[in-house]
Structures are given as structure tokens and as C-alpha cells.
């Protein structure tokens, strides 16, 4: 059955800086993760953009935060804004960079943000209407992988070295249950008994039990044959600024394994990896063996070092004999 529609892409051409773009128009839902710089995004999308999902701070992965808050201004709004630490503290001082004399008059935006701290996440708010202070809300003990869930995808993420703490993300769209409409329109239900019936052969838990229509009992797989069809998800991994040491690779690899595309960073050419450790970024063929081991669908590589300018073709090229499926 097809996919669900989840828009995917690159911000930037892949010498530039990093970034990933998820629209799910369905849903209203436009993700980035990371916001270095973001100039060539149109700037209605911009105005869409409801969750930032950030690796780290260095300056080329967060730099377009203040692009991204001009083209939010006037328009009520809230974005969520995930990351690791210390990303609250970060956002802050960008927001205290400007004045906020005016802003009674503006509509209110609000910056929820959630990160991940030694083992906990904390929960910090940044409102227009208080000049962006830095409100702590609450922090909680980190037991999950899931930094962001709700009823239609999750995102994931491993803390990973890249000689500070970064974050590696996933972005799974869940399998869906989906009526079969041609099917289900000869059923006497309506309205409200319509959304019982689809949550009654949703929930795997009434295997053997049964539904009664007209007065008649009929079981769930029965049912569940005729009126309904799975709507399989698709996951989505990015993956950046890293090492390639053991503890990441396995963290890696158990972060983004089955990926139907796995973006991630191919820094250097092999010749340069005493380089690529030194600065604690990846090299083509490591990327590819992520890429490999982790039985990625497709991987599409980014984040080239300007010292190929000109010749970045042969990254790809040194990819492709361990992995081929790459662009
Ligand atoms: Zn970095
Ligand atoms: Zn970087």
C-alpha cells in the first residue's frame, strides 16, 4: 500500500550548511532539524514551521535561528524546539540579543523547547509577551529514546560524541489503520459508529473479540480482512557531526536501522581520516558502512568539506562500492 505523504530534502546543497526539511501537509506538520542557514527555504514555509529538532549549537547548524524568528514575527504561534543541552541556554541568549520593547503590540509567539541533560529532559518556555524570558516549566527522568511523540509519527534519538554531546534523530510515521471506503460505505453505521468500528479494528488487543452490527456479531479478523487495510509508516534518520568510534557506530546503527532514507554526514574522503578523527566528523566509507550495517533502504549523504570544492563527485564515488544506493 503507498506510503504516506511525507515531503523530504535537504536545505542546502551538500557542501553547504546541514539541515533537513519534513512537510507533512496532512497533518499541518513542517519539521526542521536542524537551522543553519535556512535563506533558501521559501519563506511561507518558514511561517509553517512548527518543530525544530536541533543536533548541536556550533554555529552551522543554529545560525539560521534568527532568519527563522524574523519570518515568524507577527503571526501567533508556537514552536516546539528539541535538543540536547546546552541548547536552552543557547536559544536564550540568542533571543536576548534583540530588544523587545514593542511587543505588547505583537501577536504572542511562544518557544517551547525540551532537552535532553545527563539523563533528563528539561522542559523550558521562551513568550514574546515576557521579552522571551527563560521560564522553567519542569524536568523529568530521561527513560526513553522518544524525545517527541504523537498519534501519527515519533522521533527518536541517541546522544552521540562528537567531542561534545549531539543528537541523533529519527522521525518514524506509524503504521496507520485505514478504512477500506468503497467497503465500509454498505455498512449501516454512521457518524460517531464509524470511528468506534475503526478503533475497535485498530487496536490489536481485540484479536477474538467481536462487533456487533444490526444486532449481528461479527470478529475482529473478519472485519479487519474486509473494511480495513495497513498503511505502512516510513522512517526517516539524520545523522550528523559524529566520530567514528565504536560506541557511536552501535548507537548509531541501533538508532536508525530499516530506514527507508538515512541522511547523514560524509565529511572527508578516506585519504583524510586522521582528520575527519581529529575534528570528530565522519569519511565516505565510514558513512557507507553505517549506511550498510544499519540495512538502510537509501542514503543520501551531506555536509562535504570545501577542501573537495570542485571534486566532490569522488565522495559519492568511494560510497558507492560499499553502498550503492546513495545520492
Ligand atoms: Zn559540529
Ligand atoms: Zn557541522
Not at 536545505?11 to 550548511?17: G, M, P, S
Not at 533537513?20 to 535556512?38: K, P, Q
Not at 471506503?181 to 473479540?209: H, V
Not at 543520501?300 to 564515488?317: G, L, M, T
Request: proline share 3%; hydrophobic share 35%.
Amino acid at each position: 500500500m503507498a506510503k504516506p505523504r511525507v515531503k523530504h530534502y535537504l536545505v542546502n546543497e551538500k557542501y553547504e550548511d546541514p539541515g533537513l526539511v519534513i512537510e507533512i501537509d496532512s497533518l499541518g506538520e513542517y519539521i526542521l532539524f536542524d537551522v543553519g542557514n535556512i535563506r533558501k527555504l521559501d519563506r511561507h514555509l518558514l511561517r509553517k514551521v512548527n518543530k525544530i529538532f536541533i543536533t548541536h549549537t556550533h554555529m552551522d547548524h543554529f545560525i539560521g535561528f534568527d532568519h527563522l524568528l524574523r519570518n515568524k514575527l507577527g503571526r501567533e504561534q508556537t514552536v516546539e524546539v528539541f535538543g540536547i543541552n546546552p541548547l536552552a541556554e543557547n536559544l536564550y541568549c540568542k533571543l536576548q540579543g534583540y530588544t523587545w520593547n514593542l511587543v505588547e503590540f505583537e501577536p504572542r509567539i511562544v518557544f517551547n523547547l525540551k532537552q535532553y541533560n545527563s539523563g533528563l529532559f528539561e522542559y523550558y518556555s521562551y513568550d514574546i509577551k515576557k521579552k522571551f524570558a527563560r521560564d522553567f516549566i519542569k524536568e523529568e527522568k530521561a527513560d526513553t529514546d522518544v524525545i517527541y511523540e504523537n498519534q501519527y509519527y515519533r522521533v527518536r534519538y541517541a546522544v552521540l560524541d562528537h567531542k561534545i554531546p549531539v543528537m541523533g534523530y529519527s522521525f518514524e510515521y506509524k503504521d496507520r489503520l485505514l478504512l477500506k471506503k468503497d467497503s465500509i460505505k454498505d455498512l449501516p453505521l454512521e457518524g460517531r459508529q464509524i470511528g468506534e468500528f475503526k478503533s475497535f479494528l485498530a487496536d490489536e488487543n481485540n484479536r477474538g473479540k467481536s462487533f456487533t452490527i444490526d444486532g449481528r456479531e461479527y470478529g475482529w479478523e473478519e472485519l479487519r480482512e474486509k473494511y480495513s487495510y495497513v498503511q505502512e509508516g516510513i522512517k526517516i534518520s539524520y545523522i550528523t557531526d559524529v566520530v567514528f568510534s565504536e560506541e557511536n557506530f552501535k548507537k548509531i546503527i541501533n538508532l536508525v536501522k530499516g530506514s527507508d532514507v538515512l541522511y547523514c554526514e560524509a565529511v572527508f574522503l578516506p585519504e583524510d581520516r586522521e582528520q575527519a578523527s581529529k575534528v570528530y566528523h565522519l569519511t565516505a566509507d565510514q558513512t557507507a558502512l553505517i549506511a550498510k550495517e544499519a540495512g538502510v533502504k537509501k542514503l543520501v549523504v551531506f555536509h562535504f568539506s570545501r577542501r573537495y570544492a570542485n571534486r566532490w563527485d569522488r565522495i559519492i564515488e568511494e560510497i558507492k562500492p560499499i553502498f550503492p544506493n546513495v545520492e
